[in-house]
């Protein structure tokens, strides 16, 4: 066999190539060359899209670390008080893991801190102390929730979510401030337990000194040996001794919170006014302002019978309510002198109470 044939065809052909012709014809390409112009025409194309895709590959990655380091540093900062806003409160734990955000204040993981913004959460097992030297220690309770609001000089804000805390304050008059869901207490020098439950409604219990207690201008002043409850867009009840008779706290709850007819008020109020007694001036005081002008006159009467009121304070003036001889006949009363809630309270007056 010639060469030639497996070049061009030409020349006597050897049969084993005819037979490798034969099984393989079958795959014969039968179209045109491809144009090769064409192709160097479509490749770079091909190569910028492919490098288009790659490179909005590499931003979307790029995006996603970003996106995930933000979110790290948000809760790093979340977690830690801002630097000049004031020294955090020393936690201790009493009892159980109490727990400040994610850090958890266990019997062997030592004190802890709490810094604006964060909050102290005790479970049903669990109590727990806060401290800052200059103001006061607050003992916290089991299922208890207590946010620090504000820790500048001279202003110390906690917020009680729900639970119950026990506030020794030494802290100068009119410094330290407790949110609760329906009023906010301001510390007046004084020893108090401060209760809120799921509803939002509080009691306070004054131990030592004397609280105020308020909303939107409602004011209630609680005093040694004197409990006040609050409700949700009602605000401080009235304050009245733990002393006070079964029938005296009952009338006066309704008169306070129950939704009561004109006629019925002015019943609750003869029961309240029938069992008073001289330790009940504190109460009496307080309804002056809260009766409507017809009644006035009747809670008038009885409580210059208990605790006549001192020179210079009228009837006329009282009835008219006078804020001066108001203020004059609290003074008498030997609960506080209000001049210290008159100073010290316009300093939250514009604070962002948590009241509903």
């Known amino acids: 066999m010639k060469d030639d044939y497996l070049w061009d065809g030409s020349g006597e052909p050897d049969p084993e190539v005819q037979k490798l012709e034969a099984a393989l014809g079958r795959y014969r390409h039968n179209q045109p060359a491809p144009a090769f112009d ?19 590959s590499h931003q979307l990655g790029a995006v996603v670390v970003i996106v995930l380091l933000a979110a790290a540093v948000f809760l790093v900062l979340r977690s830690r008080p801002p630097g000049n806003a004031g020294p955090s409160w020393d936690v201790a734990r009493l009892e159980g893991t109490p727990r400040v955000g994610w850090h958890a204040i266990g019997e062997k993981s030592g004190p802890g801190k709490l810094g604006i913004g964060q909050t102290l959460v005790t479970d049903n097992f669990s109590r727990a102390t806060i401290t800052l030297d200059e103001t006061g220690r607050v003992e916290v309770d089991p299922s208890s929730r207590l946010r620090l609001v504000t820790n500048g000089p001279g202003r110390k804000r906690l917020s009680l979510e729900r639970g119950t805390i026990h506030a020794t304050i030494w802290a100068p008059p009119g410094e330290f401030v407790v949110d609760t869901p329906s009023a906010v207490a301001v510390d007046l020098g004084c020893v108090y337990t401060l209760q809120v439950d799921d509803s939002g409604a509080a009691l306070l219990r004054t131990t030592m000194g004397w609280v105020g207690f308020k909303l939107n201008g409602h004011e209630s002043f609680i005093p040694a040996g004197a409990i006040c409850q609050t409700r949700p867009r009602i605000g401080p009840g009235t304050p009245y001794l733990e002393e006070a008779t079964a029938s005296f706290r009952d009338a006066l709850a309704k008169f306070d919170f129950s939704s009561t007819t004109a006629a019925e008020r002015t019943a609750l109020l003869g029961v309240i006014l029938t069992d008073a007694r001289k330790s009940d001036a504190l109460t009496l005081w307080h309804l002056l302002s809260r009766v409507s002008d017809p009644d006035r006159p009747g809670v008038y009467d009885r409580l210059a019978a208990l605790a006549p009121p001192p020179a210079g304070v009228t009837r006329q003036g009282i009835l008219g309510l006078d804020r001066s001889m108001l203020d004059a006949w609290w003074n008498s009363l030997g609960f506080g002198d209000i001049y210290l809630w008159r100073t010290y309270e316009h300093n939250w007056s514009q604070g962002p109470p948590n009241v509903k």
Do not use: G, H
């Open 38 to 56: 064409r192709l160097r025409e479509i490749r770079p194309v091909e190569q910028r899209r492919a490098f288009f895709s790659l490179r909005w």
